[in-house]
């Protein structure tokens, strides 16, 4: 932060101070909501780590994307804002901008890879039926090695990272392009393989479902009417999955678009507001991931909901105030537990002096009668014993 570059006017803001706090509180409210929502949803695929299905796996890898962007841009992009420049130097400006081309890229291509597996598993259910968890957990890792190549290339002279035309961030240098052959080819490989290509994949793998679904009306019922768990569990997945890639690609496509503005036309022309705005877009797509599958899908819904009850029960059994209740409450149930289980299937009690299968001349069975308990309530704790043995103690003792 004492460097001679947080001096130089490239990390000075080029948009009103106006524009920069509103940019700031935006970014501070797309932070918690990523945080919360992210880490929330982390935690309930933790939960049921056991059950997840391999598309699923593409959603806990969106979401860690996600959270990697929301850890590593915004602690940094916020102050810089409000300050009105960036607060944090050339070597951070550069590890900002690999951070944030490395997790965007990673989420990007993380939804292309959902869109195909849904579209295998739709379209080719045949070949779609053998895809494992194994193979979900490797397309991941190929998904990580795909965008580092992206994230690294300017790091080893391939294109290059600079300050955003706004000032206050860091990203690529979309104006390098105009001067320099390396950045050209970075930009214009950056653009097909990240940006055209991926979007070409995911809007054809949806298409093909749709087509899939319309066009035969065994295929809609074999592989998208929910018969089973599991056609229904992947049949969720693949239209949750289309309203992240909307979300996805509606909040970076303005990003896209200025950037190739000012790469591939004359980049004075390029207001540093569309820069800014263009930023705040892109950056709200950590949010959209967590808010569709915790709202809308029922397994991870049902989880939340399972883990937030048990806490509430954790938290109330801990008060000193509770302990009394809920030995009482025990208590009632289990009095309750033992006169049902006096009663006959068609609700009257059982005798069990006589045995059904005895006859008037026959001599009467032996049967033995079952021991009826009762529970004695003495100070915090309870004792179990039979009515055989209680004593003649005041009635207060007895539940």
């Known amino acids: 932060m004492g ?3 947080d001096t130089s006017a490239a990390f000075a803001s080029t948009i009103s101070k106006k524009h920069d706090i509103l940019i700031g509180s935006l970014y501070s409210v797309f932070c918690v909501l990523s945080l919360m929502g992210n880490c929330i949803l982390l935690l309930v695929a933790y939960h049921k780590r056991s059950t997840l299905k391999p598309a699923e796996f593409f ?3 969106l979401s860690i994307s996600d959270l990697g962007m929301t850890l590593s841009l915004f602690p940094l992009a916020i102050p810089s804002a409000f300050t009105h420049r960036w607060l944090f130097g050339e070597t951070t400006c550069q590890l900002y901008a690999m951070c ?3 997790f965007g890229l990673c989420s990007l291509t993380n939804l292309t890879a959902l869109s195909s597996v849904c579209c295998l598993k739709v379209c080719f259910p045949n070949h779609g ?3 494992s968890s194994s193979h979900a957990r490797l397309l991941v890792v190929g998904v990580w090695c795909y965008a580092s190549v992206f994230a690294v290339g300017p790091l080893a002279q391939w294109g290059r990272y600079s300050p955003e035309p706004y000032g206050t961030a860091c990203c690529i240098d979309w104006q390098a392009p105009n001067h320099e052959l390396s950045a050209l080819s970075y930009i214009v490989c950056l653009f097909l393989f990240c940006y055209a290509l ?15 679904v319309r066009g035969s009306r065994q295929a809609v019922q074999q592989h998208v009417t929910p018969q089973t768990k599991a056609t229904n569990a992947h049949t969720l997945i693949v239209k949750l999955s289309v309203a992240v890639c909307i979300g996805f690609l509606g909040a970076w496509t303005p990003y896209a678009v200025v950037a190739m503005w000012a790469a591939f036309g004359d980049a004075t022309l390029v207001p540093p507001d569309a820069f800014a705005f263009a930023a ?3 950056k709200s797509s950590t949010i959209y991931n967590p808010i569709v599958h915790l709202l809308c899908k029922p397994n991870f819904r049902e989880c939340l909901y399972r883990d937030t009850t048990m806490l509430r029960q954790k938290i109330y059994r801990g008060s000193p105030q509770s302990e009394p209740k809920a030995h009482f409450g025990s208590s009632l149930q289990r009095n309750k537990d033992m006169s049902v289980s006096m009663r006959s299937s068609n609700g009257q009690q059982e005798s069990y002096g006589a045995c059904l299968h005895c006859t008037e001349n026959t001599a009467p069975c032996h049967v033995t009668t079952p021991q009826r308990t009762a529970c004695i309530l ?4 309870y004792r179990e014993v039979t009515v055989s043995q209680l004593s003649d103690k005041p009635q207060a003792d007895f539940l």
């Open 198 to 212: 991926p979007c070409t994949v995911i809007f054809l793998s949806y298409t093909f479902i749709l087509l899939t």
């Open 3 to 5: 460097n001679a570059s």
């Open 59 to 61: 959603i806990v890898n």
């Open 378 to 381: 003495t100070e915090s704790t």
């Open 100 to 102: 944030g081309v490395l």
């Open 129 to 131: 039926n053998q895809f």
């Open 280 to 282: 705040v877009f892109a």
